[in-house]
């Protein structure tokens, strides 16, 4: 079965250092998004991606954070200057339309652990 | 912020079917109904969706009100690997998730 993977499992940083997540999607799929889920709370909605455009995101996803599909592969999730309260597990989805007609493949996440 | 309403918790023996309900009164006309579970130390995996009619899938069935305000998920015989978090989900374009349904699962 196709499946959504992310490396690293696991990544410790520094505070104030630079991060890149990484993901490879289902290879047909069109849709892309992130999420995080801080330890013991919700999953939280970050920021879909369309089109090598963002088609929506959360106030949470401000200007530290930035999506890319550099190739037709990966979709990557760049925190520029991490803080203690980014230390988060980190989901990426995808899917083949519209989350809202389909369902959403979800990777084993990446935790995000910064000291 | 979510818009569903889901109890917090819920058991089951198993082998039992569970039926996990969901309130969803403000959902539109055209959006469907998604159930999603997050089982332990793992990402979401979706179990069904549905709009109007009832669906069934290898995972569960659901149930879905006629004036579709609600919504039951149905898991015909639990086991233990059933112990999850199970949300619902009106969805529009992006997944919103609550604090969900934690299913505790007994022997």
């Known amino acids: 079965e196709p499946e959504v993977t992310q490396t690293p499992s696991h990544q410790v940083t520094q505070m104030g250092q630079e991060v890149i997540l990484r993901c490879v999607p289902i290879?047909?799929?069109?849709?892309f998004y992130w999420y995080r889920q801080i330890l013991g709370q919700k999953v939280e909605f970050l920021v879909s991606f369309y089109n090598n455009e963002i088609s929506e995101k959360s106030e949470i996803f401000d200007d530290q954070f930035s999506v890319e599909r550099p190739d037709g592969s990966n979709f990557t999730l760049k925190i520029r200057s991490t803080k203690l309260e980014d230390s988060a597990m980190y989901f990426c989805?995808?899917?083949?339309?519209?989350?809202?007609?389909?369902?959403?493949?979800f990777g084993q996440g990446t935790r995000l652990t910064v000291v | 912020d979510a818009k569903t309403t889901q109890p917090n918790s819920m058991e089951s023996n198993e082998e039992e079917p569970v039926h996990l309900p969901c309130n969803h009164s403000t959902i539109s006309g055209t959006d469907y109904i998604h159930w999603y579970r997050q089982l332990p130390s793992q990402g979401p995996e979706y179990v069904i969706h549905?709009?109007?009619s009832n669906v069934n899938n290898r995972m569960a069935s659901l149930a879905i009100a006629e004036d579709r305000k609600s919504s039951t998920l149905i898991l015909h015989r639990a086991t233990l690997r059933d112990a999850a978090v199970y949300y619902c989900i009106d969805n529009t374009d992006k997944l919103i998730f609550g604090t969900g349904t934690r299913l505790q699962v007994f022997p």
């Open positions: 290879s047909n799929h069109l849709y």
């Open positions: 989805a995808s899917s083949e339309t519209r989350t809202g007609l389909t369902e959403a493949f």
């Open positions: 549905g709009l109007t």
